[in-house]
């Protein structure tokens, strides 16, 4: 071979060469593009908030008090819409309690039949929303210490049942330098009796001096046991009624509510996503929901949040799934 063939021949290995080198990076740069992308999409994935949705039971009080739907059907309607987990209401199944007087054996035989029915439908067990059982935040020590008797056998059953937390209300004097010492008392002294059971007592801003969040904070700061928290609504923000009551005259003042779930996350241990009416597009017409999940998520909160549909304009079951769209829609 003379050196003019010997040096195309070169020449051509070169380019070869070159080419099969330029080939080889641009392949490995799209490469490493697509898993540089790939790793991006497992990082937002990662930081996505792991949120599930539970029922508060209270959702179908019509339909158990008008209707006469049994309550023991909670976790066949909550799985049938497609909830995780389930937020009992205590005061929904009064009428065989109060018969039996809530004996040991009504009570053992309440928790039977609700466990049951959870593992039936595959649900979580969250809480038991506590009402009517006493007032655990007046002013008289006796008095106070017989409703905080009252709320044990509810901590019992929450633990049986495999819930996390009873919600109990700070009822007993609307005036706040009265109100927040009493609410200590009561609180410490529930928290310390669930404290061993592993089961956390909660509040949530519902009527009176407890719907003013910067106090019932400050009953949390005061208390400051691990096992005592909140339980922030979304509504139930009024803090004066016409009547002076706490739920059912018209309300006069309300709290910011944005503000208010704000102040109450860093104790929460559970989230009440409250619903009155929709818009045409499906949106909340009382709370601005994409910014109240802000507040939440913001927080740093995981879990679940409770829908609690309290409206009149759709049926219970309408409500409750529309909320549970927004929900949905608002945290992807």
Avoid at 81 to 96: M, Q, R
Avoid at 223 to 240: A, R, S
Wanted: proline share 3%.
């Amino acid at each position: 071979m003379n050196r003019s063939s010997l040096a195309q021949k070169s020449i051509a290995t070169v380019i070869a060469v070159a080419f099969l080198g330029f080939y080889s990076c641009k392949q490995n740069s799209k490469k490493e593009t697509a898993e540089e992308s790939a790793t991006e999409m497992e990082v937002v994935e990662d930081t996505k908030p792991d949120i599930k949705l539970s029922l508060a039971q209270w959702s179908i009080h019509k339909m158990i008090f008008e209707e006469s739907v049994d309550p023991y059907t909670f976790a066949e309607k909550a799985s049938e819409w497609g909830f995780e987990g389930l937020e009992y209401v205590s005061a929904l199944y009064y009428k065989e309690l109060q018969a039996a007087n809530f004996s040991e054996e009504a009570m053992n035989n309440w928790v039977e039949k609700s466990k049951a029915e959870s593992e039936k439908y595959g649900l979580k067990n969250l809480l038991i929303m506590v009402d009517g059982q006493g007032d655990i935040a007046v002013p008289d020590e006796a008095e106070r210490t017989k409703a905080v008797e009252n709320h044990y056998k509810w901590v019992d059953a929450a633990a049986a049942l495999g819930c996390h937390s009873i919600r109990v209300n700070l009822n007993g004097s609307m005036e706040p330098e009265v109100w927040m010492p009493a609410s200590v008392a009561g609180l410490t002294q529930l928290a310390t009796y669930a404290k061993d059971k592993n089961i956390n007592i909660i509040v949530e801003n519902h009527g009176g001096p407890s719907s003013n969040a910067q106090m019932l904070a400050d009953v949390m700061e005061k208390v400051g046991m691990d096992n005592c928290g909140t339980l922030p609504d979304f509504g139930n923000f009024c803090i004066k009624r016409e009547e002076g009551d706490y739920y059912s005259s018209k309300c006069l003042e309300e709290y910011d509510k944005y503000k208010g779930v704000k102040e109450l996350m860093p104790y929460a241990k559970g989230v009440s996503a409250k619903s009155y009416n929709f818009d045409e597009e499906g949106n909340e017409t009382v709370v601005d929901y994409p910014r109240m999940m802000d507040i939440v998520l913001d927080a740093g909160y995981e879990g679940y949040v409770g829908v609690e549909y309290e409206g009149s304009e759709l049926s219970e079951e309408e409500g409750i799934l529309a909320t549970k769209q927004l929900l949905e829609k608002v945290l992807e």
